[in-house]
């Protein structure tokens, strides 16, 4: 009798066990560069606390967000406020931020001209199709003298809020994953840095024009209302704002992505 009680309580905390381990698995979103390349390097760091880190990448900014709402995914990172703010007002999501990560300072790139003085009139100019993107290429273009917004502040500002256009800049709207394979066709392209880091640009190097280390457009980790508190996610936050990532940000990508902690 003692040693069915014995096998039956074993049986029992084994149980227990499995389902605390299974717990514990995050399912997270994010795309290649830089998002899943830091989220791959806090793998085991995050596995010695008991928590299975499963990343699963993706090329576009919607899905993810989309998956994490029906809870097919526990969190994503890859996305700036304004555009989490645009998405769920949108769309009708709920989704929250968890933790800022870094900065992608967004930037304008060319094979045709070295310099935007070289910019000719009537040049074409690809930007992307998404609000908040829209908004911070054309506040940057605003910022570098070429265009003047009827709301400087505007962040989903978008081609019909451009009150000055001196150049008459034609404008080519495009998804943001699409903007680097236009970059033979257009005079200027303006590309999210983690597109332009695949692409094999280097924005500290590359860029015509680039935002500054002030640019209020952090990269964060972004869950549900209902699991951002909890205990796995708090532990990657925590990882993901650590000395080692902080370290392996500076030094893989050379100013090209920034810290934001």
Do not use: C
């Amino acid at each position: 009798m003692k040693k069915a009680l014995l096998f039956s309580a074993l049986a029992t905390a084994l149980t227990v066990a499995g389902f605390a381990q299974a717990g514990e698995k995050l399912v997270v979103a994010a795309t290649p560069v830089p998002h899943a390349e830091i989220l791959e390097l806090i793998k085991p760091t995050l596995a010695k606390e008991g928590v299975d880190l499963e990343i699963k990448v993706f090329t576009d900014y919607v899905q993810p967000n989309v998956q994490v709402d029906q809870k097919r995914l526990d969190a994503n990172y890859f996305q700036t406020l304004p555009y989490l703010k645009s998405f769920n007002e949108g769309k009708g999501t709920h989704l929250e931020t968890v933790i800022g990560v870094h900065v992608e300072p967004f930037g304008g790139y060319s094979k045709k001209i070295k310099s935007l003085s070289e910019l000719k009139d009537g040049a074409t100019v690809a930007i992307p199709n998404e609000g908040s993107n829209s908004g911070r290429a054309l506040i940057l273009l605003q910022k570098a003298g070429l265009i003047t917004l009827k709301d400087p502040k505007n962040a989903l500002a978008t081609p019909k809020d451009i009150a000055e256009n001196p150049k008459n800049l034609k404008f080519k709207e495009l998804e943001s994953a699409m903007l680097a394979r236009v970059l033979d066709q257009v005079d200027l392209d303006m590309i999210n840095t983690n597109y332009a880091l695949e692409a094999g640009l280097n924005p500290a190097k590359d860029a015509l024009v680039i935002e500054g280390s002030d640019s209020p457009y952090v990269n964060f980790l972004v869950a549900r209302p209902d699991n951002k508190d909890s205990p796995a996610m708090q532990k990657l936050a925590k990882a993901l704002t650590s000395p080692q990532v902080k370290a392996f940000i500076e030094k893989k990508y050379s100013g090209a992505v920034l810290p934001a902690f």
